[in-house]
């Protein structure tokens, strides 16, 4: 009886213990899943002609920085910015110094350029709205390019098949400033009358007082 009343009182804590394991199993899953890239990139092949007919710009050239987001990484899709040195255009318009914007991860299918070493970007205007769900809109001056879009160290065979290549858009100089006109120094306007004018009241003053002592000297005679 002794035995079984302590297997019966064991009973609902080893329960209890296995229900606190399989707990703990299930958040360390969520963990690995919750660290683990939200999506993962798959490519699939194409041609340098249809990466081109796809893109809104195709140029070669070397990408001299590369900016990671700031604070938290809330996403491996986050926006990363790229430099790029443009060096030729073979699709659309780029500047000598472009811009172009792509997730910071290759996990989000990300661009994996780095070295010294020329590539190639094929880039478009919008971003791919699948990748780009949180980001603000691309500015004016702005590409995205993505890993699956072609972009790629740039080889002779490459080369060859972008076609014919032409120099990129130089880059806007500054308005220069409009000059300045100089304002006129305050003068004193010229009287129109002449030095004539300046004369006449103190002479008229001087007859006026000759007239009066004249009036005096009569009445002190009579």
């Not at 660290?35 to 092949?45: L, T």
């Not at 740039?154 to 032409?166: K, T």
């Not at 400033?177 to 304002?183: K, T």
């Amino acid at each position: 009886m002794l035995a079984l009343g302590l297997r019966r009182e064991h009973h609902p804590r080893m329960r209890r213990a296995g229900i606190l394991l399989l707990l703990s199993a299930l958040l360390g899953a969520l963990v690995v899943l919750g660290a683990s890239p939200a999506q993962a990139c798959s490519c699939v092949g194409g041609t340098t002609a249809e990466f081109t007919e796809r893109a809104d710009v195709v140029f070669t050239g070397r990408l001299i920085s590369r900016t990671e987001p700031g604070g938290l990484v809330r996403s491996s899709a986050d926006p990363a910015r790229h430099v790029f040195a443009v060096d030729a255009v073979a699709k659309g318009s780029a500047s000598e110094r472009q811009e172009v914007l792509s997730p910071v991860s290759g996990a989000s299918c990300g661009l994996e350029l780095a070295g010294d070493g020329p590539v190639v970007v094929f880039a478009t205007h919008t971003a791919d709205p699948h990748i780009s769900a949180t980001w603000p809109p691309l500015e004016d001056d702005q590409y995205f390019a993505y890993l699956c879009g072609g972009s790629a160290p740039l080889i002779p065979q490459l080369e060859a098949e972008l076609g014919d290549l032409r120099p990129p858009d130089p880059v806007a100089a500054p308005m220069p400033a409009a000059p300045v006109e100089p304002r006129a120094a305050a003068t004193t306007a010229p009287d129109r009358d002449g030095p004539a004018a300046t004369l006449l009241v103190p002479g008229a003053g001087a007859v006026l007082l000759a007239g009066g002592a004249l009036l005096l000297r009569r009445r002190r005679a009579r």
